[in-house]
């Protein structure tokens, strides 16, 4: 059963880089077919697709964040990371990373991790 | 990029059917599969249809989807409503860029 988890800091600064990995378990990331994404949700609010990696190494970020964001795979530890600068609190939100299948369904999802941005 | 645009709430009785809509708003809706999730308080999402129609394994069949080219837009309907259906249900599609795309979701209350 494949798993995916989320870690990194709970509390960012305000200006300062929001370093999250995801490690992924029961599967490899090198697997072809598959993108690897991290999506987001503002409490009380709904979910908002950050970027996404496919398996070969090809990147695809969200035009209203990609001047801010980088997400990179590391094939040895089966783990991509994101990394979103220049924070502000309207980044405060629950971070998941996920697998997406092709051009079809997101099928399996990390159990998120709240990213607090306060000074 | 287009958009997604679903009813913020809906709400029905245990037993009845409801249909949540999802209108995109540009480009046909039958050019990408529509997904729809389901997220409970506290957890994260998980799949309930996919590929416009399709249910996952261990999905009842009183949930099911469809798209509508005629107004552009996806549906998912929840039959025999059970108070354990109540919760937050997104739609989701991708554009030509590979973005990922998901509607601003709706509250389902069974009441």
């Known amino acids: 059963q494949l798993q995916l988890q989320e870690s990194g800091p709970g509390l960012v600064k305000p200006s300062e880089t929001l370093s999250l990995t995801c490690t992924v378990s029961?599967?490899?990331?090198?697997?072809?077919?598959?993108?690897w994404g991290w999506i987001r949700q503002p409490p009380g609010k709904g979910l908002e697709w950050i970027g996404s990696?496919?398996?070969?190494?090809?990147?695809y970020y969200n035009p209203s964040l990609k001047s801010r964001v980088t997400i990179s795979v590391d094939t040895s530890k089966n783990q991509f990371s994101l990394k979103l600068s220049s924070v502000t609190a309207a980044d405060t939100a629950v971070y998941y990373c996920?697998?997406?299948?092709?051009?079809?369904?997101?099928?399996?999802w990390g159990q998120g991790t709240l990213v607090t941005v306060s000074s | 990029n287009f958009m997604l645009t679903q009813p913020h709430s809906v709400s029905e009785s245990p037993g009845k059917t409801v249909t949540i809509s999802c209108t995109r708003s540009?480009?046909?809706?039958?050019?990408?599969?529509v997904q729809w999730y389901q997220q409970r308080p506290g957890s994260s999402p998980t799949t309930v249809i996919y590929e416009d129609n399709q249910r996952p394994s261990g999905v009842p069949d009183r949930f099911s989807g469809s798209i509508d080219s005629s107004s552009n837009s996806a549906s998912l309907t929840i039959s025999g409503l059970k108070t354990e259906d109540e919760a937050d249900y997104y739609c989701?599609?991708?554009?030509?860029?590979?973005?990922?795309?998901f509607g601003g979701g709706t509250k389902l209350t069974v009441l």
């Open positions: 989701q599609s991708y554009d030509s860029s590979n973005d990922w795309v």
């Open positions: 996920a697998r997406r299948v092709g051009a079809t369904t997101i099928d399996y």
């Open positions: 540009s480009g046909s809706i039958a050019s990408n599969y």
């Open positions: 029961g599967g490899s990331i090198s697997s072809s077919s598959y993108y």
């Open positions: 990696i496919y398996y070969s190494g090809s990147t």
